[in-house]
């Protein structure tokens, strides 16, 4: 990819320590995901890492919804249009914003690293950045949740477990 990708990224809690070379890995998963979309020009991505709370309420302003969650987009494109940064020429592709709580929870819950759940979410994010949608379900979830692992197969995440948790 010969087009520049900034990636803005901000730790807005003091909960828990971001690990060494998380930042790294947020990045390299935002530019395998316009790779592999062959996303043309230059692009720019702000993530935000909060607490529980701060999604809460996020998640309650935004969605409507009045709970945490692991991650939300905001994207700030239309149909592959997007704002244009007036000083870079990139264009916005919009917020990220992850819960490093909900991310240990769940890596602990799925049975797989906290690298390997920063960097699923960070890709599904983009995804939702880039305009795909899963929340119908059917062939929209099918083909994100493939999109999803083809990327993290590519950084060498692959899965080592199930999504699924079986209850006794």
Known sequence: MKDKVKVIISNQQNVQKIPRGIRMLIRRCCIAVLVNEQFEGS???SVSIVDDEQIH???K???NVDRSTDVLSFPL???GVYDINNDTG???LGDIVISIEHAQKQAELYGH???REIAFLTVHSMLHLLGYDHEAGGLE???MREKEEA???QLGLTRSGSYYTVEE
């Open 43 to 45: 692009a720019e991505i």
């Open 57 to 59: 309420t996020l998640n």
């Open 61 to 63: 302003e935004y969605r």
């Open 77 to 79: 494109g239309v149909d």
């Open 90 to 92: 990139a264009q916005m």
């Open 113 to 115: 690293s906290f690298d």
């Open 141 to 143: 979830l099918v083909r």
């Open 151 to 153: 990327v993290l197969t």
